[in-house]
């Protein structure tokens, strides 16, 4: 409750939101499951365990274990790293928390001090801890018997040994396990806060105390982290075996100051581990910088200047030998300066003062030798965040990021890169963001490289239920391993339906609609989760056929984006009033259609018009337009580029002039927002389209058969996006995929014949039962595609 309420008032504008628990507990319960099977499993220390694929088997394995063996079993248990790097109100970790606490349970590692097993389940349910003794019976700690004259307490010493023993884990995995990183100083307060408190809710009174004082808390300040987790000076790869080796601090001594600060006290104690990492930081950082390459650069620059300057001659030099030396010296002296300043800018500047250096912040994810192991799991909800909102640190993500990025991507294509490569290896990854990247042009390069060099687990997509009620940004689920997928690797996706009701497992909803999905078949284009059965087909239509763009030449063209439709967009009666005033006004008013005016096989109809205004329309020559357009004029200036002076206030937003006469011709139109995949009519009365409306400048009537076929919804259904209430968004960009088929002149006439058919039935009455000469178009469709379509899509 208290991460919700932060994010409400302060996560928004951060691009934040709460995510509910069971989105986070599915997350902590898929991902925590396997990296604790692999953490056993690959521990080289413990060869009995090697080959273990599954929580049962780990379970049988470390059951024989005695109690010195225990104890390092879960010792060994702590060593695993987990991550959010936009941790927020700490949601994440707090379910991370609870699974590790359960899965230890379940492995028989939760144990007193001594290493016996303690008689006590610990389950998660709802997103909270649950500790129940052998009965099944709650076990809450209670203070037996309180004397309010000398505040002496007594607690039975089996509640004592259970609370000392869940408080003892919980902070374990606090100060060794769970790792948090967030831009927003408050966030991180918060965070920290959260996880106090998950630790208050397992606070011991003290039996040495006679059970009047509580166990202290200790400082979470070096796991819960402020800072850019996009932004590093130094990369993870970064050479610091010079400061373990030679430096004044060893990566032991490193490790110890921190498990010391966990527990330090006093405000002295405290600051003087401070000042030792300020100091160790501060070496790291020395070293670093002598490593970097423009640094070398610039040594080599101001050495070649000082042999210069302090050069000595056995014979006096010319003047023509020192006109050259000088001229070199100043050229070296402008290459120092220039790379003295871009030094400066990238190690100083305003962009890199909240710079996260993972490569040396916590000490738990390096290896013996101080290289960056990484972390076994990273998860969270990255920032949801336009592109528009970051254009300064765009430069930025294109040099660290250039495996993914591209100019219009929003801020979590960067976090899938980052989180990707912030993973050990064999490491898992777990994030809800947004689905666009799937189909979107910016997701281009990021499929490409999720396809070739990481191993995909699972895929949920939720479309567009309400997981966040606060905002729509149809999330998904996508877990991954790190590393190249095998020749034969196979996911589970799974498509929401609907959000479980309160007490349904989650796991459970996920796995009834879950399927596997070939990672092979993937790559750089528009990714599609079909069934096997459903991917063989799109495969199929694709082989030896010409995509819809091309078979059009690519004539396919968008309506235009008034900005606000009150002016621009009028009734008959306006119009008229128009064309009385100034006869000349009638060129630029054109019959104007909606999305939501195009249906399928039908002559397209509406009663609107558009006043078709140009950016560089004569606005003071055509009066009666002046006088109308004037009514609006405060509501168009306020449109954003009109108020930035892009375009005059009284111009369509984009009036797309290159094409408004492709709108006079014969064409196919369809809406850009649909319910049905198969919306295509044929307009012969050149109306106007609003952005909503996309058309192919053609009189093909075969054409028009084929993308109103049961075969060519099958593909649409299949590539385009989902939206609200299950309306498929029909981009160009995803239409023009389409598959086309080589079709005989015979064959084609023989469709063209059947829509002509529909066309005038239509036209005599839109209700007419075309049903008969439709089924023919699907089947003539159907054998030239020569592909059964999956039974489930079969018309």
């Not at 100043?330 to 909240?354: C, V």
């Not at 949801?384 to 990025?405: C, D, N």
């Not at 020749?487 to 349904?504: D, N, Y």
């Not at 008229?576 to 060129?587: H, K, R, T």
Request: one cysteine or more; hydrophobic letters at 45%.
């Amino acid at each position: 409750m208290l991460g919700l309420v932060f994010e409400k008032i302060n996560g928004y504008k951060d691009g934040s939101f709460y995510t509910p628990g069971f989105v986070t507990m599915y997350m902590a319960r898929q991902t925590l499951g396997r990296a604790v099977v692999r953490h056993f499993a690959q521990a080289p220390a413990w060869p009995e365990l090697a080959g273990c694929d599954s929580l049962e088997e780990l379970q049988d394995r470390l059951a024989p274990a005695r109690r010195p063996q225990r104890l390092a079993y879960a010792a060994h248990f702590n060593t695993l790293t987990v991550l959010d790097p936009a941790v927020g109100s700490g949601h994440f970790l707090v379910s991370a928390l609870n699974e590790l606490l359960h899965l230890k349970s379940r492995l028989g590692l939760f144990l007193d001090e001594e290493g016996g097993v303690l008689p006590y389940t610990l389950e998660v349910e709802h997103d909270e801890l649950i500790v129940t003794d052998a009965d099944g019976l709650p076990a809450p700690y209670r203070v037996a018997t309180f004397e309010v004259a000398t505040g002496a307490r007594t607690v039975g010493p089996a509640r004592t040994r259970l609370q000392q023993a869940l408080f003892r884990e919980k902070r374990a995995l606090m100060e060794h396990t769970l790792f948090g990183v967030d831009l927003n100083p408050n966030s991180v307060r918060i965070c920290r806060l959260r996880l106090w408190i998950e630790l208050l809710k397992h606070a011991y009174y003290r039996p040495e105390t006679g059970f009047r004082e509580l166990e202290t808390l200790p400082n979470l300040d070096l796991n819960v982290k402020t800072g850019n987790s996009l932004l590093a000076r130094f990369g993870l790869d970064a050479d610091l075996s010079e400061v373990w080796q030679k430096g004044a601090f060893s990566l032991p001594e490193y490790r110890a100051a921190v498990r010391a600060y966990f527990g330090s006290r006093g405000r002295d104690e405290k600051n003087r581990l401070l000042g030792f990492f300020g100091q160790l930081k501060e070496q790291l950082t020395a070293v670093l910088h002598r490593k970097d390459k423009k640094r070398e650069k610039l040594r080599l620059y101001r050495g070649q200047f000082a042999a210069l300057d302090t050069q000595h001659f056995l014979i006096p030099e010319t003047a023509r030998q020192r006109e050259a030396r000088e001229w070199e010296m100043k050229r070296l002296q402008q290459y120092a300066d220039q790379l003295d300043q871009e030094i400066a800018a990238h190690e100083q500047g305003a962009l890199f003062r909240e710079a996260f250096e993972w490569r040396f912040e916590f000490p738990e994810v390096l290896d013996e030798a101080g290289r960056f192991r990484g972390f076994d799991v990273v998860m969270g909800n990255p920032p949801y965040i336009r592109q528009e909102a970051f254009t300064a640190l765009k430069p930025h993500l294109k040099q660290r990021f250039g495996h993914v990025f591209a100019g219009t991507a929003d801020l979590y294509v960067y976090f899938l890169q980052l989180g990707a490569e912030l993973l050990a290896p064999g490491g898992e990854l777990s994030y809800i963001v947004p689905n666009k990247w799937l189909r979107a042009g910016y997701g281009a390069a990021l499929r490409g490289w999720l396809a070739s060099t990481q191993t995909l687990l699972e895929f949920v997509d939720f479309g567009d239920l309400p997981v966040f009620p606060e905002a729509t940004t149809y999330p998904a689920i996508v877990a991954l391993r790190q590393g190249a997928p095998a020749a034969e690797s196979t996911f589970r996706a799974a498509a929401l339906l609907k959000l479980p009701p309160i007490g349904v497992g989650f796991n459970g909803v996920v796995s009834g609609l879950a399927r596997l999905v070939n990672q092979q078949g993937l790559n750089s284009k528009g990714w599609n989760l079909a069934e096997a059965e459903a991917q063989e087909a799109l495969d199929k239509m694709r082989a030896g056929c010409l995509p819809l763009t091309e078979y059009v030449d690519g004539k396919m063209y968008n309506g235009v984006k008034t900005g606000f439709n009150e002016a621009f967009v009028i009734d008959e009666a306006t119009r008229q009033e128009l064309i009385n005033a100034d006869p000349n006004s009638v060129q630029f008013i054109r019959p104007f259609l909606a999305g939501r005016d195009v249906r399928r096989y039908q002559q397209p109809d509406s009663k609107t018009y558009l006043l078709y205004i140009d950016w560089g329309f004569n606005l003071p020559k055509f009066p009666a337009i002046e006088a109308h357009l004037l009514k609006y004029k405060k509501q168009l200036e306020a449109r954003g580029e009109a108020k930035a002076g892009r375009y005059p206030w009284y111009a369509l937003e984009r009036p797309r002039p290159e094409t408004q006469q492709e709108f006079e011709k014969l064409k196919i139109s369809w809406p850009g927002v649909s319910k049905e995949p198969s919306p295509f009519a044929f307009d012969t009365r050149g109306f106007m389209g609003n952005d909503n409306v996309q058309i192919i400048v053609t009189d093909d009537k075969f054409l028009l058969g084929v993308l109103n076929s049961s075969s060519a919804a099958f593909f649409i259904d299949s590539v385009c996006d989902k939206v609200m209430n299950g309306y498929l968004r029909m981009k160009m960009s995803y239409i023009g995929q389409l598959p086309i088929p080589a079709a005989t002149t015979a064959e084609q006439a023989a469709i063209a014949a059947l829509v002509q058919q529909i066309l005038d039935a239509k036209a005599a009455d839109p209700a007419a039962d075309t049903a008969a000469p439709e089924a023919a178009v699907d089947a003539a469709v159907a054998a030239l595609y020569g592909v059964a379509l999956p039974a489930a899509v079969a018309p």
